[in-house]
């Protein structure tokens, strides 16, 4: 449809018809036993999500930052030492989040678009007493995707916390939270969950509650303080309404049908449909002479990807690929920002999504003078949805 311009960025994403229609509808009191009703089944069905059957989950109004802050002052107290597994842009402001409440952070570096060695991380952990691991699913800066699995098996060995930063994964990526041993694991809402932004999502293990219950010296943030927030989950999924905060209560009802939308596909399910998507992303654009921040392909994110301007183009291109429908995001990591773009490819995006986004960048690839054969990136995605 002419005008119509497919929202292909690592969120806000594209939302679905019965989302966006429970947006619109007249709001309700946060007392009212029908919301009641929705709140307490949103909160069921994210334990769902998360796999994490024991898990207590957290819904409140903010962005994905506001779940990064929660996650950060409610297990680790000022002193407490905090090992940050370094992967880009988001791994940085969680540190800086950490500092800022006085945790003693040190970072296992990597080179832009890899991982730190599991090794090395299980070395660092032996060096000292951590608190907490700290670990971004998925970096959106970079598109690469750490082995959760893996690093909470390590952090285990040292009783170390497990804080997963899942803003670019949850309900996107393979996410085990229980089975993993994951303590903390947050999203927002307009990341791969589906839901317009303002809610940000959080899933704490029985472990994290209590570290929380067994802290020494008070939460340093208010809106953020679990002593707040904790009855307030806990009367709504009892079916009663309790006040800290006023609920964003459309988007909550919003996040009700989304979730539902999500537990209908079913996740493993979902987690393979992802991953089929990013495949043929990545066939297409590497059928024309693309390359990925990301070095190598094991640790390429499912939910998104970061890709090199072919040579002779740049940021410029992306106004003409909005124009030809589909709107993507630049660059983000400041070390390579001018030399890369991101495609979103979360949430319910299915086969014409991808074949209508590599159309729109083969036409401004084209018109930019970069020479490929045209329709190449669209056969070669197709072949690869098409493999059973
Ligand atoms: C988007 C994102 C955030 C920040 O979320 P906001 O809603 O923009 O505050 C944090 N971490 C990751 C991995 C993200 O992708």
Redesign the pocket.
Same mark, same amino acid.
């Given at each position: 449809m002419i005008g119509k311009r497919l929202l292909m960025i &690592?969120?806000p994403i594209e939302f679905t018809p019965e989302v966006l229609a429970e947006m619109a509808k007249p709001t309700l009191s946060h007392t009212d036993p029908q919301f009641i009703e929705e709140f307490g089944q949103a909160l069921e069905k994210m334990r769902k999500v998360w796999l994490a059957p024991n898990g207590q989950p957290f819904i409140i109004a903010g962005?994905? !930052?506001?779940a990064?802050e929660i996650a950060a002052v409610n297990i680790t107290e000022p002193g407490d030492n905090v090992l940050i597994l370094h992967t880009g842009y988001?791994s940085e402001?969680m540190a800086d989040i950490f500092k800022l409440h006085g945790a003693n952070v040190d970072i296992v570096q990597s080179t832009v678009g890899d991982l730190p060695q599991i090794d090395e991380v299980r070395k660092k952990l032996a060096s000292k007493k951590y608190k907490t691991l700290s670990i !971004?699913h *998925? @970096? !959106?800066s970079t598109g690469v995707r750490a082995d959760v699995k893996a690093l909470a098996a390590a952090a285990q060995e040292t009783d170390t916390l497990v804080v997963v @930063?899942g *803003?670019?994964a949850v309900a996107g990526e393979e996410l085990r939270m229980e089975e993993w041993g994951v303590d903390i694991a947050f999203t927002?809402s307009?990341?791969a969950i589906g839901v317009p &932004?303002g809610l940000a999502l959080l899933v704490a293990s029985k472990k994290a509650i209590e570290a929380f219950k067994s802290r020494k010296s008070p939460v340093g943030a208010y809106y953020c303080d679990w002593q707040y927030w904790l009855p307030v989950m806990e009367a709504y999924e009892g079916r009663k309404s309790a006040y800290f905060g006023t609920p964003a209560v459309n988007l909550v009802r919003a996040l009700n049908i989304s979730l539902g939308q999500i537990l209908d596909e079913g996740m493993e399910a979902r987690f393979a449909r992802h991953a089929r998507n990013a495949a043929a992303f990545r066939a297409g654009l590497s059928a024309i002479g693309l390359g990925f921040v990301p070095m190598r392909k094991e640790i390429m994110a499912n939910t998104l990807s970061a890709v090199y301007y072919p040579e002779g183009t740049d940021a410029s291109i992306l106004p003409l690929i909005a124009k030809n429908g589909a709107m993507l995001a630049g660059g983000l990591l400041p070390a390579i920002k001018t030399k890369y773009f991101r495609i979103g490819h979360m949430g319910m995006s299915d086969a014409s999504e991808i074949l209508a986004t590599l159309g729109a960048i083969e036409q401004s690839l084209s018109s930019a003078g970069y020479s490929f054969e045209p329709g190449a990136s669209l056969s070669a995605a197709q072949a690869a949805l098409m493999q059973p």
């Open positions: &690592p969120g962005s994905g !930052t506001l990064m988001f402001r !971004t *998925v @970096d !959106t @930063d *803003v670019c927002a307009q990341k &932004p």
